[in-house]
């Protein structure tokens, strides 16, 4: 899924109802995308984020597929598919960052984040 751009089913996900203190991490490489502080209720389905853990590290691409106009998000380190992107969100940035849970990887706060290198320590 993470590469080859799919979908998971809507209230399918491992992380829909996930309501702890954290990070979530992209599932193929470990960059912090998203925290829980911005995670909201938005009825879809899927995770929804109203704004990345930072700009740099989610992209997004046009996505023209399935016969509408959608903006791709994706991992700016090693290029997964993460979900979309939609102008609908709440505020502050009225952005609804629509992503599959099977997609991330979350990280308690307190907890370590993954070593993306595997050079065996954590990130702080």
Known sequence: ?????GTEAPFCGGL??????????CRECGLPLFTARTK???GTGWPSFYEPFDPDHVVGIEDRSYGM?????????????QGHVFP???APTRLRYCINSVSLEFVADGQPLRDPLGRGDAIA
């Open 16 to 25: 829909l109802n996930n309501k702890e203190a954290g990070v979530y991490c």
């Open 88 to 90: 609908d969100g709440p």
């Open 1 to 5: 899924m993470l590469l080859h751009h």
């Open 40 to 42: 909201f209720e938005s």
């Open 69 to 81: 106009v959608r903006v791709e998000t994706r991992c700016s380190r090693c290029d997964s598919h």
